[in-house]
């Protein structure tokens, strides 16, 4: 059988023919100071990377409370958005407005009863009551007669403006 080369295994052994031989403990502590003194600087990653736990606290430090706020934020975000829809919801109603006269835009004598929605909501109306001396009156001929002692069947019109009709509905 032939003879194999000598070769050098990783910290200081010496492999002869596969056969592992220990040096003894004074040269292998030789050999340790020896690597030690010829080790180069640490390169500036090597410090970075033993300062990564500390950078990671930070981060969670200053991550925490900022999602912390947030969370905080976007509820009250909720809330008002919420207490903006009822305020919306409760400023759409209706305002009616109830205006008599006597003399039209023309200055002539009319006498009139105007019933009108001044408000942003619409005005349902199922049912209206008149009522003169505390007792309801079924026509506005009727009204009159109470009223004013005008006679059934005189000048009497009963109207209603189909612009206001339009522009309430």
């Known amino acids: 059988m032939g003879a194999y080369p000598a070769r050098r295994l990783g910290s200081g052994h010496l492999a002869l023919g596969g056969r592992m031989t220990d040096p003894a403990p ?3 502590l030789a050999a340790i100071e020896a690597r030690l003194a010829a080790a180069p600087a640490r390169p500036i990653g090597d410090r970075l990377l033993r300062l990564l736990p500390w950078l990671t606290l930070g981060h969670l430090l200053i991550g925490f ?3 912390a706020i947030s969370l905080v ?3 009250g975000t909720f809330v008002q958005a919420e207490a903006t829809q009822k305020i919306q919801q409760a400023s759409a109603w209706p305002f009616l407005s109830y205006t008599t006269g006597n003399y039209n835009e023309r200055r002539e004598r009319e006498l009139y009863f105007e019933l ?3 408000g942003v909501g619409p005005a349902l109306l199922r049912t209206i009551e008149v009522s003169y001396g505390g007792r309801p009156v079924a026509a506005p001929a009727e009204l009159l007669q109470r009223c004013c002692g005008v006679v059934p069947g005189g000048a009497v019109r009963d109207r209603a403006d189909p612009q ?3 522009a309430a509905g």
């Open 65 to 67: 409370p900022t999602l």
């Open 116 to 118: 009108g929605n001044n």
């Open 73 to 75: 934020v976007a509820w």
């Open 26 to 28: 004074e040269d292998r």
């Open 164 to 166: 206001r009709r339009a």
